[in-house]
Nanobody, 126 residues
């Protein structure tokens, strides 16, 4: 139905920036809300950011507000996560996810999403 592939992760020093990309295929991309989650070793996946189907509404975890920006380009079937002022505590595997439910809801819980990518590693050194 929907296949997601993340890219753009890597190693960066604290204070640096990275832009993650998530390429979607297999179904109409514009019909899905999209989210970014992250998971550090020994911890559960946590919400980072989400964007509704049209890109008109976004939500962020308090820990990344003012530093991260989620966006999407439906013509390219791609969602982005621009990460600025990175901190060591941002180190994690970052996953993108797609929601196939109601257009009136933009979920922020990982169990609400229907499709997941394989993740991309982000490591921030101090």
């Amino acid at each position: 139905q929907v296949q997601l592939v993340e890219s753009g992760g890597g190693l960066v020093q604290a204070g640096g920036s990275l832009r993650l990309s998530c390429a979607a295929s297999g179904r109409t991309f514009s019909s899905h809300a999209m989210g970014w989650f992250r998971q550090a070793p020994g911890k559960e996946r946590e919400f980072v950011a989400t964007i509704n189907w049209s890109g008109s509404r976004t939500y962020y975890a308090d820990s990344v507000k003012g530093r991260f920006t989620i966006s999407r380009d439906n013509a390219k079937n791609t969602v982005y996560l621009q990460m600025n002022s990175l901190k060591p505590e941002d180190t994690a595997v970052y996953y993108c996810a797609a929601y196939s439910g109601s257009l009136y809801y933009t979920p922020r819980l990982h169990r609400e999403y229907d499709y997941w990518g394989q993740g991309t590693q982000v490591t921030v050194s101090s």
